[in-house]
């Protein structure tokens, strides 16, 4: 009776190894455990290293993940494109002096180096023809605003500007004068010199230098935030001296620097409105080199109010006119916006395509910033 129970025992011994072992072997890695994603189809079971047998790696991001990421990192950028782009409509208002004409028909080439204008503007003063030192001083800052350098400019319209008599000209370098200290961040200065130039066209009866002044005024406020007092100037006192002398396009420009100032304040609504009249004006006197701007402001305001297939078709047609303008930061501006329309929509492939025109722009545009994301 005794060795019919040890007999028990070790028959229930046996089968609880081999259920065991069933087990562990049960356990060993096998085509069906293979990497769930797919990706891991080879491995060695027998592995005794550190680390497990198998890493199971997580599926690649897909292409729509990666261009999503990639428009979040560059988004930062927009404001330095923003300035940019105000810069440019900033040189794109300074006046031209009487004798921009002839210099140009006198003088060509223009000089090419710091050295050959200082040279002329010196020589002609030392002749006592001061207008035309004068005109060719305002050329040269022009080249220096399209470098970049404002301090040089407006030292070179300070120059020009010594011994002058008190005129057309005079004015138009004061004008500009201005404008460049705006550009350089010097609004006090600006408003001083614009605070001077409005009381001299008031006294000379110049309507259109008024209006003029009236708007960079609105500017310098909208600066200093003061926006309020810049839509009013512009409104008030600048909109009634246009309609006045019927300049049409200097009413445009009103328009659209006021939609602009709306736009700052996140205005929309009132932006369109105005930026719409501005666009019917142009169009009615043919004023194409104002529409891609208008246009791009449209689907802008378009897209802040996330109404995305409006803001498509008007982005659209900004980025054709600007490309015909040749207008590459209006293009950049355009390039980033309307990719991220694209992204909105769903419309992946077009967003792709627009982020390639984008690091094409920005590389000529902005060469030490644009490096791939």
């Not at 550190?50 to 897909?62: C, H, K, N, Q, T």
């Not at 999503?68 to 794109?92: A, C, G, H, N």
């Not at 500007?161 to 200065?189: C, H, P, T």
């Given at each position: 009776?005794?060795?019919?129970?040890?007999?028990?025992?070790?028959?229930?011994?046996?089968?609880?190894?081999?259920?065991?072992?069933?087990?562990?072997?049960?356990?060993?890695?096998?085509?069906?455990?293979l990497?769930?994603s797919?990706?891991?189809?080879?491995?060695?079971?027998?592995?005794?290293?550190?680390?497990?047998?198998?890493?199971?790696?997580?599926?690649?991001?897909?292409?729509?993940?990666?261009?999503?990421?990639?428009?979040?990192?560059?988004?930062?950028?927009?404001?330095?494109?923003?300035?940019?782009?105000?810069?440019?409509?900033?040189?794109?208002?300074?006046?031209?002096t009487?004798?921009?004409?002839?210099?140009?028909?006198?003088?060509?080439?223009?000089?090419?180096?710091?050295?050959?204008?200082?040279?002329?503007?010196?020589?002609?003063?030392?002749n006592?023809?001061?207008?035309?030192?004068?005109?060719?001083?305002?050329?040269?800052?022009?080249?220096?605003?399209?470098?970049?350098?404002?301090?040089?400019?407006i030292?070179?319209?300070?120059?020009?500007?010594?011994?002058?008599?008190?005129?057309?000209?005079?004015?138009?370098?004061?004008?500009?004068?201005?404008?460049?200290?705006?550009?350089?961040?010097?609004?006090?200065?600006?408003?001083?010199?614009?605070?001077?130039?409005?009381?001299?066209?008031?006294?000379?009866?110049?309507?259109?230098?008024?209006?003029?002044?009236?708007?960079?005024?609105?500017?310098?406020?909208?600066?200093?935030?003061?926006?309020?007092?810049?839509?009013?100037?512009?409104?008030?006192?600048?909109?009634?001296?246009?309609?006045?002398?019927?300049?049409?396009?200097?009413?445009?420009?009103?328009?659209?620097?006021?939609?602009?100032i709306?736009?700052?304040?996140?205005?929309?609504?009132?932006?369109?409105?105005?930026?719409?009249?501005?666009?019917d004006?142009?169009?009615?006197?043919?004023?194409?080199?104002?529409l891609?701007?208008?246009?791009?402001?449209?689907?802008?305001?378009?897209?802040?109010?996330?109404?995305?297939?409006?803001?498509?078709?008007?982005?659209?047609?900004?980025?054709?006119?600007?490309?015909?303008?040749?207008?590459?930061?209006?293009?950049?501006?355009?390039?980033?916006?309307?990719?991220?329309?694209?992204?909105?929509?769903?419309?992946?492939?077009?967003?792709?395509?627009?982020?390639?025109?984008?690091?094409?722009?920005?590389?000529?545009?902005?060469?030490?910033?644009?490096?791939?994301?």
């Open positions: 009776m005794m060795v019919n129970q040890e007999i028990v025992k070790k028959f229930w011994l046996l089968c609880s190894v081999l259920a065991l072992g069933s087990t562990l072997k049960a356990q060993v890695p096998g085509p069906q455990i990497d769930p797919g990706f891991v189809t080879k491995y060695n079971p027998t592995f005794k290293g550190i680390g497990p047998e198998v890493y199971v790696l997580p599926a690649p991001r897909s292409r729509q993940e990666v261009l999503l990421d990639t428009y979040k990192e560059k988004s930062d950028f927009f404001d330095s494109i923003s300035v940019k782009l105000d810069y440019q409509y900033l040189i794109e208002g300074l006046k031209n009487s004798n921009k004409g002839y210099i140009l028909q006198n003088f060509s080439p223009l000089p090419n180096t710091d050295s050959e204008w200082e040279e002329l503007i010196w020589k002609l003063q030392q006592n023809n001061k207008a035309l030192a004068a005109g060719i001083a305002n050329e040269y800052s022009l080249e220096l605003l399209r470098k970049g350098d404002t301090n040089k400019a030292s070179v319209l300070g120059s020009g500007m010594n011994n002058l008599q008190s005129g057309a000209d005079r004015m138009v370098l004061q004008f500009n004068l201005a404008n460049i200290f705006l550009l350089n961040g010097n609004n006090k200065e600006a408003i001083a010199i614009q605070e001077t130039f409005l009381r001299n066209a008031t006294i000379n009866k110049n309507i259109n230098d008024q209006a003029d002044i009236l708007v960079g005024i609105a500017i310098s406020e909208a600066h200093g935030k003061n926006y309020r007092a810049a839509e009013n100037t512009i409104i008030r006192r600048a909109i009634p001296l246009y309609n006045k002398i019927k300049d049409a396009k200097g009413k445009v420009n009103a328009w659209t620097t006021l939609a602009r709306y736009q700052v304040q996140n205005k929309h609504t009132e932006a369109q409105w105005f930026l719409i009249q501005a666009r004006l142009a169009l009615t006197r043919d004023y194409g080199n104002d891609a701007e208008m246009e791009y402001m449209l689907g802008y305001s378009k897209y802040i109010q996330q109404n995305y297939k409006v803001a498509k078709l008007e982005m659209e047609n900004a980025r054709s006119m600007a490309s015909l303008e040749k207008n590459k930061i209006l293009q950049l501006a355009i390039s980033d916006k309307l990719g991220d329309i694209y992204l909105k929509l769903g419309y992946f492939k077009e967003a792709e395509t627009a982020l390639e025109d984008y690091w094409r722009l920005r590389r000529e545009i902005f060469p030490k910033s644009a490096v791939d994301l």
